[in-house]
């Protein structure tokens, strides 16, 4: 059985950091591609940022604009656990972000909600202007 178990987030200051964590168990996580969505009041999911399993390569992340500069994601094969870290946050990030997975990964990087099948139970992030 799949799971992925988010941590992290909570209520921040704009111009703060936080970092979210999405441990992946019962899933081959090193050839598996993940990435993180985010649900804004009132909007509907849309993409954040995702890794490719194929570390090392080129375009192995990618990120929404609205992120890019600001917005780290990362992996630890050996730990099955994947990390976005959000640096120089907004108000106008806030809202609920879930990661994902996408197993098996395909050959591209996977930016769309309807690559992955597997989410984790959300994390809600606040910014306070």
């Known amino acids: 059985q799949v799971q992925l178990v988010q941590s992290g987030g909570g209520l921040v200051q704009a111009g703060g950091s936080l970092r979210l964590s999405c441990a992946a168990s019962?899933?081959?996580?090193?050839?598996?591609?993940m990435g993180w969505f985010r649900q804004a009041p009132g909007m509907e999911r849309e993409f954040v940022a995702a890794?490719?399993?194929?570390?090392?390569?080129?375009?192995?992340?990618g990120y929404a604009e609205f992120v890019k500069g600001r917005f780290t994601i990362s992996r630890d094969n050996a730990k099955n656990t994947v990390n976005l870290q959000m640096n120089s946050l907004k108000p106008e990030h806030t809202g609920i972000y879930y990661c994902?997975?996408?197993?098996?990964?395909?050959?591209?990087?996977?930016?769309?909600?309807?690559?992955?099948?597997?989410w984790g139970q959300g994390t809600q992030v606040t910014v306070s202007s």
């Open positions: 890794i490719s399993w194929r570390l090392g390569t080129l375009g192995n992340t």
């Open positions: 019962g899933v081959a996580f090193s050839v598996t591609g």
């Open positions: 994902a997975a996408e197993f098996p990964a395909g050959r591209r990087l996977a930016l769309r909600e309807s690559d992955y099948n597997y």
